[in-house]
């Protein structure tokens, strides 16, 4: 498989959020958001992927204290066919898995919670179909907001793919601590009003865009 790291830390984001996990990052993205802060799993001028065989990523995974696994990107679900065969040896693992919803998923049976991030147009790409809906219980959904008019597009998009907002996480952009608090002041507030759930990005605001922690 496709592999840019596999590292031990917390959760930073989203309902698990501060839950010790190991992070298995995958390789690879169908999608170029202009502020993404992992463009080292997908473009080529600063990649660095390297393959792995199956036995030496269940070997790192292993060597953690740790029984929950975040599978995150880059976009993961490129690489279904490789991850159920992984799964199927990591039955121990609670598994989230993070996607940006574009690809539809063969992997449903080995993962317990699916942190699903539909990008809007503040990421730079051209509009696409969901293709992981809410009647997929094991489903949450996660906007990242750069602008408080980005507001009307989240409830739009909601309303078409009848998501619910007890399902559905804000969470600012930026990779810096001073971006995320400058937007979560408002956004918290927009949270409050609206009924979403706030997520913060604690990792940022721990360690910056630092990798590895
Ligand atoms: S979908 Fe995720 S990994 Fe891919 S470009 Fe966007 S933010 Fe980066």
């Keep these: 498989m496709l592999i840019n790291e596999i590292f031990y830390s917390i959760q930073g984001e989203g309902p698990s959020i501060g839950k010790p996990s190991v992070f298995l990052r995958l390789g690879g993205c169908n999608l170029k958001c202009k502020w993404c802060d992992s463009k080292y799993?997908?473009?080529?001028?600063?990649?660095?992927n390297k393959v792995m065989k199956l036995d030496q990523i269940i070997k790192k995974?292993?060597?953690?204290?740790?029984?929950?696994l975040v599978i995150t990107g880059g976009e993961p679900v490129l690489q279904q066919d490789g991850l159920k065969e992984l799964l199927s040896e990591?039955?121990?693992?609670y598994v989230e898995i993070e996607t940006n919803g574009s690809i539809a998923l063969k992997i449903n049976?080995?993962?317990?919670?699916?942190n699903c991030s539909p990008k809007l147009k503040n990421s730079g790409n051209l509009p696409y179909p969901l293709?992981?809906?809410p009647t997929n219980k094991k489903v949450i959904y996660k906007f990242v907001i750069s602008n408080k008019s980005d507001l009307n597009e989240v409830k739009k998009y909601c309303k078409k793919y009848k998501i619910p907002k007890n399902r559905t996480w804000l969470m600012p952009e930026g990779t810096s601590k001073a971006d995320i608090l400058k937007r979560s002041k408002w956004l918290i507030e927009i949270c409050k009003k609206e009924g979403y759930n706030f997520s913060p990005r604690l990792h940022i605001m721990l360690y910056g865009n630092e990798r590895k922690k």
């Design 131 to 133: 293709k992981i809906l």
């Design 41 to 48: 799993t997908w473009d080529p001028k600063v990649s660095d």
């Design 90 to 93: 990591l039955k121990k693992y």
């Design 61 to 68: 995974i292993e060597s953690y204290p740790c029984n929950h």
């Design 109 to 114: 049976k080995y993962i317990e919670q699916f």
